[in-house]
């Protein structure tokens, strides 16, 4: 029996199961329960089925949800052929979705392919907010008629005071700046130029931001892919690429 459970368990305590290889990484914005193991199940009986091999849950954890998979096939490209079938094969998108995995990562070369979302139902465009983050240290959202400051006094004083803080410090901040914008916004009023790209899921995004810098050794792979994701966002570009310029920086050395 392989592991799944148990990396389950240790997402729900926030640890990590080590395991020394693996082959394919399936990541969840969710920190995904015991209570997912029958359809993550299914997930998986569809994908040894569809390319003839053996899969074998040996390690993961929290992070939100990462679960590792040793393959077992004498194919050296089953990776590759595995991340596109779960991308482009409409079965195994849904069955993805069934099972909150938005992302898989290839451990040979860190390479990613996100699942698909699902045709959107509603029109997400709106008239729309941009973020900034002021000389003073206010966090400001601008709409078409009018302003009006996010940021909390907390937040606005820690901004404001930046210039005694080191280069993380920063960084944290200005993830915690995206995310209390991404609250503050609405469907309506939020200006996303990717129909399939909802405000939930930019959300989700920037809880996957919050988690992955508090790592030890953050995976520039999934940084990169939330990163672009977020750029969907216009009330957050400037947020977005300020952030983009720190993550390719030695500050997500974190050790």
């Not at 139902?121 to 002021?134: K, Y």
Request: proline share 4%; with cysteine; hydrophobic share 40%.
């Amino acid at each position: 029996m392989d592991k799944l459970e148990s990396v389950l368990q240790a997402v729900a305590t926030k640890t990590e199961l080590h395991c020394d290889k693996w082959t394919i990484e399936l990541f969840s914005h969710t920190n995904l329960g015991t209570d997912m193991i029958a359809v993550i199940r299914e997930f998986l009986d569809a994908i040894a089925s569809d390319f003839g091999v053996r899969l074998e849950v040996v390690g993961g954890g929290y992070g939100s949800t990462r679960i590792r998979i040793l393959v077992h096939s004498s194919d050296p490209d089953i990776p590759v052929r595995i991340m596109k079938g779960i991308a482009q094969d409409k079965k195994l998108s849904k069955l993805a979705r069934k099972a909150k995995i938005d992302m898989v990562v290839n451990a040979q070369d860190g390479a990613t392919e996100s699942v698909p979302e699902p045709p959107p139902t509603t029109d997400p465009s709106g008239s729309g907010h941009a973020a900034t983050i002021s000389a003073n240290g206010d966090v400001n959202i601008s709409l078409d008629r009018s302003n009006f400051s996010l940021a909390s006094s907390e937040l606005t004083q820690r901004l404001r005071a930046s210039d005694e803080l080191d280069d993380t410090a920063r960084l944290y901040l200005v993830v915690e700046a995206i995310t209390r914008t991404l609250e503050a916004l609405t469907p309506d009023t939020a200006r996303i130029t990717d129909p399939q790209y909802s405000l939930d899921d930019a959300r989700c995004d920037a809880q996957i931001l919050t988690s992955e810098i508090q790592r030890a050794a953050p995976s520039t792979a999934i940084l990169d892919t939330v990163l672009s994701r977020l750029a969907n966002v216009s009330s957050i570009a400037s947020l977005v690429t300020q952030l983009a310029q720190m993550v390719v920086a030695p500050v997500l050395a974190l050790a």
